[in-house]
């Protein structure tokens, strides 16, 4: 009988603790973009992202009469905005500063003719 194979490869954190945390601050701006449109339901249920094949969604946000969601495609290293009349913008997922992220992000979702004011200070 052979040993059991470990599917997971090493991933020690301090190699891409750059990286965790970058991420972190860019899924509390989804988020946070997600609480502000949601109405609140008990504990915070309406604000988690959601584990997909292929990273996180929000699921679908309402947005007066229309509906939107943003997904993190970590396969093909993507941030998806898609609404629900099929208009759909891509931010690459690349190194950059979280300012710099916000930015492309909010002008992205305005060209969708989604408007939404975040508070943009980090929570920890």
Same mark, same amino acid.
């Given at each position: 009988?052979?040993?059991?194979?470990?599917?997971?490869?090493?991933?020690?954190?301090?190699?891409?603790?750059?990286?965790?945390?970058?991420?972190?601050?860019?899924?509390?701006?989804?988020?946070?973009?997600?609480?502000?449109?949601?109405?609140?339901?008990?504990?915070?249920?309406?604000?988690? &992202?959601?584990?997909?094949?292929?990273?996180?969604? !929000?699921?679908?946000?309402?947005?007066? /009469? $229309? +509906?939107?969601?943003?997904?993190?495609?970590?396969?093909?290293?993507? &941030?998806?905005?898609?609404?629900?009349?099929?208009? !759909?913008?891509?931010?690459?997922?690349? /190194? $950059? +500063?979280?300012?710099?992220?916000?930015?492309?992000?909010?002008?992205? &979702?305005?060209?969708?003719?989604?408007?939404?004011?975040?508070?943009?200070?980090?929570?920890?």
């Amino acid at each position: 009988m052979s040993a059991p194979v470990d599917a997971w490869p090493p991933l020690p954190q301090e190699s891409w603790q750059p990286t965790y945390e970058t991420l972190h601050m860019w899924a509390q701006i989804i988020g946070k973009i997600r609480k502000t449109l949601t109405p609140l339901i008990n504990h915070w249920w309406n604000v988690p &992202l959601y584990v997909t094949a292929r990273g996180l969604t !929000t699921s679908p946000i309402p947005c007066g /009469p $229309r +509906s939107f969601e943003i997904n993190f495609d970590f396969i093909d290293h993507k &941030l998806v905005i898609e609404t629900c009349e099929g208009l !759909t913008k891509q931010l690459d997922l690349r /190194p $950059r +500063s979280v300012a710099d992220f916000y930015q492309e992000l909010t002008e992205s &979702l305005l060209l969708l003719a989604i408007d939404v004011k975040i508070h943009a200070t980090p929570t920890k």
